[in-house]
């Protein structure tokens, strides 16, 4: 299995998105768009399993394997969304954003035949980075609700907060096995190398805008501009600090 | 008279506490971490608890105390804390225990006086916050608790800890047995553990490396196995982490360096990090199902906040 091979998988799973999204607007057809959209979460991830197969470890390397995950993730959590708080656009909206991702893997790979380091051959690789995906792709989509109703005033801030809750204790959860893990491996659960630094600054704004909403329930647009704030931060985090000065050659994260 | 504090005053005692730690870095100088070293921490740990408590009973009387368990204390605290992180992502920061490469110091943001401040009444917010949560029925308090109480666990642990923790290297050659380690600066500590390396080897594929070792201690205790990378031997409170080898030898090198880490307060703050994980859990199972609810939920919480 190859990158070559990606749009055999992502083609077919991409028809099933799209199909499901298209029905699930039309109001109905609940159990088809849950299970086409499943049929396509199972040939995406048939994917990266083959992948983990041939490669020998999670692809989680580079950023190109990354966004595989991020692809697989935001239909999922459009799912989730979908099935547990009704919204019917949510599932176009992911299955736009899973369609970028490949469309960058596609004609822009990353590829690295690279080994692992050894610091990241642990138990605690893929759970730390799959978290933190799962954690991109739900705030990702709540920022882009945020826009929405900041464009167009539709009012999304239950989805909004719910989505960034979910984000947050996610985030909180990558977090805290990365802690975990950077003791086993380097003796210290808390370095403040840059990506480190990042993370914290980029919790504590969703954490922040968590008690705005409780404090000024109210407060709409405000919050929704901080949540934009947040993504700026979570951005910087993800792949930001690979271009930002201060950070050149001071990090144990540079792989990503 | 005002009738209650708010977010503004929130925010004007955060400026305070920045102007107050800008003017200690002046005539003081950065923070002295190393003097945190047991027994200080635990004299300020208790001076804290006991600050948190008094202020807590006093809250009746005393407004500022009971503002301060409040959101109106707490979010510019937060945004204090988050706007210091992002300059100190912004900022090239030193090495632990070197000297800014500026005057003001914010190039050794950890020891910057506003930056610890500023988490320090944080700390203290949220420990005020988890004094008013800490009543009964307990149970519906639990998820606030374990996210609440478990930040300020982990972090003032981990902070007056840090200066107890014990980062040694021990450089051993094969056949040889170690009891000696040296420090960041250059001083030799004489351990009481000690490491017989056997044999160390590096396999080529993964490039792996690891050291058979046995490891005796004072008391008589003898164990033996392999030190690899991400694989650290724990041994009477000390882990034992695979560091290094002579590199100009590689695969043929004689010797083996290990990391020795000592980290006494540890346990605390992985009490504190299981209790954030356990919060976030709840966090992510109690966000409400439908919009009406969580406007339901909002309106009781907020009495329970003020």
Redo the contacts between chains.
Sequence with gaps: MTWNDLWLFALPALVCWAVAAVLSLRGGWRRTVCLLTSCGLLIFGSYIALMWISLGHPPLRTMGETRLWYSFFLPLVGLITYV??HYRWVLSFSTLLSLVFICVNLFKPEIHSK?L???L??PWFAPHVIVYMFAYATTGAATLMALWQLLRGHDQ???I??LT??G???L??GM?FG??WA?????T??S?D?KE??A??TW??Y??YL??R??R?QAVRPALLWLLLCFV?LQ?CWWG?NY????QG?SVHTYS | MKKIWE?TEGALVCCGIVVAGLLLQLFVGPVRWDAMAWPTNIVVLAVMLLGILVMHLCRGKVRVFRWMST??A??PA??T??ML??L??????VPQGHVPMEPIGITD??SFWPFVLAYVWLMVLVGMVCMTRLRLPLWHNVPFLL?HLGIFIALVC?TLGNADMQ?LHMVVQEGKTEWRAVDARHRVHELPVAIELHDFFIEQA????MSDVTVYTKKGLVVRDTIQ??K?LSVRGW?I?QYSYDETKGAESDISIF?M?RDPW?PY?YLG?FM??A???C??RN?????HK??ES?IT??DD?E
Aim: glycine share 4%; aromatic share 10%; with cysteine.
């Design positions: 547990r708080w080994e380091m050894p610091a051959q642990s801030l239950p989805a907060d719910n809750r979910v947050l204790s996610f909180t959860i805290l802690a975990l003791k086993e491996a380097w003796g659960y808390w403040w840059p630094t990042w914290a600054a504590l704004c954490l922040i008690h705005l409780r404090s329930p931060c910087m600090i930002l000065p201060s950070a001071a | 977010m959101l109106h707490g979010i937060m945004l804390c988050a992180t992002i100190m992502g912004v900022t090239r920061q943001m950890l996210s981990g980062t993964p490039l792996r490396y990378v991400n650290p882990k982490y990391e880490v540890l703050v990090i954030m994980l919060g976030a859990v966090l992510f966000s409400p199902k439908s919009s969580v406007n909002k919480r907020d906040m």
